[in-house]
């Protein structure tokens, strides 16, 4: 079978080629064909987000990694900010985020995720293109398969695998190194140093990136994920996702050779161009299915065939169904579901800005002592027990002066804060001190009160926070 594009194959090629796939469908392993065009560009483009994940961890902020998951330590260093689990009511609202605006995407444009950011197409994609340029084009691939194992099968398995288990081991290991210093694992990993837990998870996204990737494939999206299954959910008449349209290409025939398509006959000459190139085998001429990742290969491949038959591009193409069947379309400013999403997007992320505005790398919480609430001295004052809760969210340990706002009481005394208390990174410490106010100077039986903690630290960078808390006496 011919590696030509669709432009250098002949209409009988084309036939012969689709008879070939057609024999193949419901194949284990579908062997799409790969062809240059618009949106297979696009999906390059798209996939090439991919190159964070990998190059990611080796970025640095200051002294550590810009972004690291340091689940050991419980804190999620993100440039300058540190997460501690005391700020993870912030995950909720963008795990809430993403979910919405994965669900915006699907309602608008279908699984538009699958089709160029998901994991698991784009490195099906790249083990399909290592295996096209190792075996050669589907027709080949399919032969190959059959043949009994020879010298020359093997060394070519042997290349392929090779390869597949490269990717996928870098694979495992870029995702570990999110949760540890990149730079510290390559130098564990050689020196044979790691954590068990890392060399663990390596070998899990190996194998589980070498399995999906390599022979899974298009199976995951049918039958693993769960966003194939509820995304039809979403998608509704008015989406916009690769369609056929159906009255320009119905009825479809076959093109005889040296004639024009005949007077009543569709622009869809069925030649299956759209569907030997599907990375999942769908026949986009039936419809929206669940199996379709809205990639657009399909749209190139059709659009290569109308170029060579001299029809208008965009048989297949972006577009709603009720767009195809000629009805009116609603503009997005109009769908009710649009500013539903919307107000649901803008209300998480204006939650995870103000929790990242307003935190602070240092903490304080007051509790103050239930029993007693006060105590009468002997020498006429009131005291007042107080544990202070300081929470260090730095990457080092550094002390903190302790101090109360004493200007609306005469006389206040405080025990237990004389001396600097050294705070430990990404933990609470608590201190006890007793705050004492003579009797007489107290004008009600409440009055508010506030612990400052400032604190210095090595590179001579201030830190300030600041509590409010109640002072307790005897009825006045
Ligand atoms: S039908 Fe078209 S858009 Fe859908 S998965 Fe197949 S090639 Fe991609
Ligand atoms: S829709 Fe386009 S690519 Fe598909 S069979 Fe018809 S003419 Fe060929």
Redesign the pocket.
């Known amino acids: 079978m011919t590696e030509k594009t669709i432009q250098e194959q002949s209409i009988e090629e084309l036939y012969a080629e689709a008879s070939e796939h057609k024999v193949n469908v419901g194949e284990v392993k579908i062997h799409a064909k790969r062809m240059a065009g618009k949106f297979r560009n696009i999906k390059w483009l798209a996939s090439s987000v991919w190159l964070v994940f990998f190059l990611g961890p080796y970025l640095r902020y200051g002294d550590r990694q810009a972004v690291l998951f340091d689940i050991p330590n419980r804190q999620f260093h993100i440039f300058g900010i540190t997460i501690l689990p005391q700020d993870l009511w912030m995950l909720s609202f963008i795990l809430l985020f993403f979910a919405i605006l994965l669900a915006v995407v699907t309602a608008l444009a279908g699984r538009v995720y699958c089709?160029y950011f998901c994991f698991q197409t784009i490195w099906t994609d790249i083990f399909t293109w290592i295996e096209e340029k190792l075996e050669g084009a589907p027709a080949k691939r399919r032969k190959l398969e059959k043949e009994k194992l020879g010298l020359g099968k093997i060394v070519v398995k042997i290349k392929k695998f090779s390869l597949w288990i490269l990717i996928s081991i870098i694979t495992g290991l870029s995702f570990v190194a999110w949760f540890t210093d990149a730079y510290d694992l390559w130098q564990n990993l050689f020196s044979l140093q790691a954590s068990t837990v890392a060399y663990f998870t390596i070998l899990l996204f190996t194998a589980g990136t070498f399995v999906l990737a390599g022979f899974l494939r298009e199976q995951t999206c049918f039958w693993l994920c769960p966003y194939a299954r509820i995304q039809a959910v979403m998608v509704d008449t008015t989406s916009i996702v690769?369609s056929y349209d159906v009255p320009r290409g119905e009825k479809r025939g076959r093109l005889v050779k040296g004639k024009d398509i005949p007077e009543g006959q569709g622009d869809c000459i069925d030649c299956g161009q759209?569907v030997a190139?599907?990375?999942?085998g769908?026949d986009?001429r039936g419809g929206q299915q669940e199996?379709?990742?809205?990639?657009?290969?399909?749209?190139d491949a059709c659009d290569a065939v109308m170029e060579k038959i001299n029809k208008p591009k965009g048989l297949v193409r972006y577009a709603s169904w009720d767009g195809i069947m000629g009805k009116k379309e609603l503009p997005l400013f109009k769908r009710p579901r649009v500013w539903l999403y919307s107000a649901i997007l803008m209300v998480s992320v204006i939650m995870v800005i103000a929790g990242l505005s307003t935190m602070q790398p240092l903490e304080l919480k007051i509790l103050h002592a239930r029993q007693p609430l006060f105590v009468m001295q002997s020498d006429g004052t009131v005291q007042n027990r107080y544990t202070l809760k300081i929470l260090n969210k730095l990457t080092h340990d550094f002390p903190v002066k302790i101090s109360v706002d004493g200007s609306k009481f005469n006389g206040l005394t405080i025990i237990g804060a004389e001396k600097e208390v050294m705070t430990h990174h990404g933990t609470v410490t608590a201190v006890t001190i007793f705050v004492k106010v003579p009797n007489k100077n107290l004008t009600e039986k409440s009055q508010p009160i506030h612990f400052i903690i400032k604190g210095k630290t090595k590179d001579g960078q201030e830190y300030t926070s600041k509590r409010e808390s109640m002072f307790i006496g005897p009825n006045k």
Do not use: F, S
């Open positions: 089709g690769p759209c190139v599907c990375p999942t769908v986009i199996g379709c990742i809205t990639c657009g290969l399909c749209i």
